[in-house]
């Protein structure tokens, strides 16, 4: 059989699902912060790689093509 409860017992129980939720709900927010800051630091990471990667690929390329096309003597 089914547990009854009071009005009061009822609020309670409510009010304490409430706080539970509301906490659960800032530690998801703080998590997501965390991982968006994750994120950024990443991605700027992945730029600062990029700009001092481009100038070494490029000069390799062109290298090859200026070989490439020029004929040794």
């Not at 129980?13 to 965390?34: E, N, P």
């Amino acid at each position: 059989m089914a547990k009854l409860y009071t009005r009061e017992e009822a609020r309670r129980r409510r009010v304490k699902y409430q706080v539970f939720a509301g906490m659960f709900d800032f530690l998801a927010i703080v998590a997501g912060i965390l991982v968006i800051i994750g994120c950024i630091v990443l991605v700027s990471a992945l730029i600062r790689w990029i700009r001092a990667d481009v100038p070494v690929t490029f000069q390799k390329l062109w290298e090859t093509v200026t070989k490439a096309i020029v004929i040794p003597e």
